[in-house]
C-alpha cells in the first residue's frame, strides 16, 4: 500500500511558477508509474501529467504541454510537477497518483493510491 502527501501548492499570480512534490511511502514506488490529475470546483478530475517508472517516458495533457514538467526522484521516492507560465484556468485542487504497474495511463481510474490533493490558485 503507497502513502501520497502533495505540497507546494499556493496561490500566484498568472505568469508565476510552482513546483509541486508528492512524497510517496511504500517499497514499490521505483516500479510504479506516477501521475497528476486536478479537479477545479463543479468540474470532474482531469489528467495532468504521468510519468513512467524510470522517467524515461512522460505524458501531458494538450492543455499543460510546454509549461509543465514532471519528473521524479526515485531514491527520495518522490514525485515532482514543475508548473510554469501558470494561467487562471490552472487554477485547481492537484492531486498525485500511483498507479502500481510501470507505465503511465491517462485515464483516473488506472490508478490505485491517491494523494489528498494540494490547492493551487492563480490569479489573473
Known amino acids: 500500500q503507497a502513502q501520497l502527501v502533495e505540497s507546494g501548492g499556493g496561490l500566484v499570480q498568472a505568469g508565476d511558477s510552482l513546483r509541486l512534490s508528492c512524497p510517496a511511502s511504500?517499497?514499490?514506488?521505483?516500479?510504479?508509474?506516477m501521475g497528476w490529475f486536478r479537479q477545479a470546483p463543479g468540474m470532474e478530475r482531469e489528467f495532468v501529467a504521468a510519468i513512467n517508472w524510470s522517467g524515461a517516458i512522460t505524458y501531458y495533457a494538450d492543455s499543460v504541454k510546454g509549461r509543465f514538467t514532471i519528473s521524479r526522484d526515485n531514491a527520495k521516492n518522490t514525485v515532482y510537477l514543475q508548473m510554469n507560465s501558470l494561467k487562471p484556468e490552472d487554477t485547481a485542487a492537484y492531486y498525485c497518483?500511483?498507479?502500481?504497474?510501470?507505465?503511465?495511463?491517462?485515464?483516473?481510474?488506472?490508478?490505485?493510491?491517491w494523494g489528498q490533493g494540494t490547492q493551487v490558485t492563480v490569479s489573473s
Open positions: 497518483a500511483d498507479r502500481s504497474v510501470e507505465y503511465g495511463s491517462l485515464q483516473s481510474s488506472e490508478y490505485t493510491y
Open positions: 511504500g517499497r514499490l514506488f521505483r516500479t510504479n508509474a
